[in-house]
C-alpha cells in the first residue's frame, strides 16, 4: 500500500506533460489550423448576378448608384491618404532607429491599404457597372 502512494506522489510531482501544458499546446494548434484553413478557402458565391440585376434587387436609382459611388470613392482617396500619411511616418520612424513603432506603423499602413483596396475596387465596379472583377482587372482599370 505504501509502495503505490509514493509511486503515485511521484508521478504526480514529476508530471512533465502537465508542466508543458501540451494539452494546451495540441488545443491551440488545431485552433490554428482551423483557422488557417477558414482563412485561406475561397467561398463559392452564393448568386451570380450582373449590376443590372443587383441594382433591380436593391431597387437604386441612378441618383442612389452616383451617391454610393461619390462615397466610395472620398472613402477610398481618406484611407490612401492615411496610407501614404502613414508610410512617410514609417520611413522617418525608421529614419531615427526606431524600430518596433515603425513594425506597429507598417501593420497600420497595411490596414490603410486594404480598406483603400476595398473601397476603389467597390468603386470601379460601380464606375464600370460590372460584379465580379478579379485583381487583374481592377489593376488594369487604374491604368485605363
Known sequence: ME???????????????SWLGTAEIKKNTSNLKSLAITLFTVEKPQRRETFDEAVER???????????????????????TGFILDIFYVIYLFSTQRYMPAAMGLAFSGVLFSMFFRQHFWYTQMKNRRLGFTFQQWVLSLFK
Open 3 to 17: 509502495k503505490r502512494t509514493v509511486r503515485r506522489s511521484f508521478q504526480r510531482f514529476f508530471d512533465v506533460s
Open 58 to 80: 436593391y431597387q437604386l436609382s441612378e441618383d442612389d448608384i452616383k451617391k454610393r459611388q461619390q462615397a466610395f470613392f472620398q472613402l477610398a482617396m481618406l484611407y490612401l
